[in-house]
């Protein structure tokens, strides 16, 4: 899985590409999320649009990082998810827990 960061005013992108699966891609992406949050970062949007395949201990990865950013006072909100975590987001009722967006400009001012 490749991780990128940038800042959008505020907000913090976090976008992943490839497999977020259980192993390094899990664990890269809770260690930027850790590091996001304590340099204060909580105003999170996670760029999903070119995510292959979400595991189990992806999709607690990025429950992980809604509850600890809401925590800080913050939020992590979903951009381009792809319909395979779509389903997946049904399935376990996250649909209804996370913010979903199409477009980054209006994930962005969400906040």
């Known amino acids: 899985m490749e991780l990128a960061v940038y800042e959008d005013g505020s907000v913090t992108v ?3 590409s490839g497999d977020l699966v259980i192993g390094d891609a899990e664990a890269a992406f809770k260690k930027t999320v850790s590091r996001l949050l304590e340099e204060g970062k909580v ?5 999903c649009g070119a995510l292959r395949y979400v595991d189990s201990s992806g999709l607690g990865a990025l429950v992980r990082a809604l509850t ?3 925590h800080e006072g913050g939020g992590t909100k979903l951009l381009g998810v792809p319909s ?3 389903k ?3 399935l376990t009722k996250l649909d209804s827990v996370f913010e979903l967006f199409e477009e980054r400009d209006q994930a962005v001012s969400s906040f």
């Open 14 to 16: 976090v976008t992943l």
């Open 43 to 47: 105003q999170l949007v996670v760029d």
């Open 68 to 70: 600890t950013s809401q």
């Open 84 to 86: 395979s975590l779509r």
């Open 88 to 90: 997946l987001l049904e």
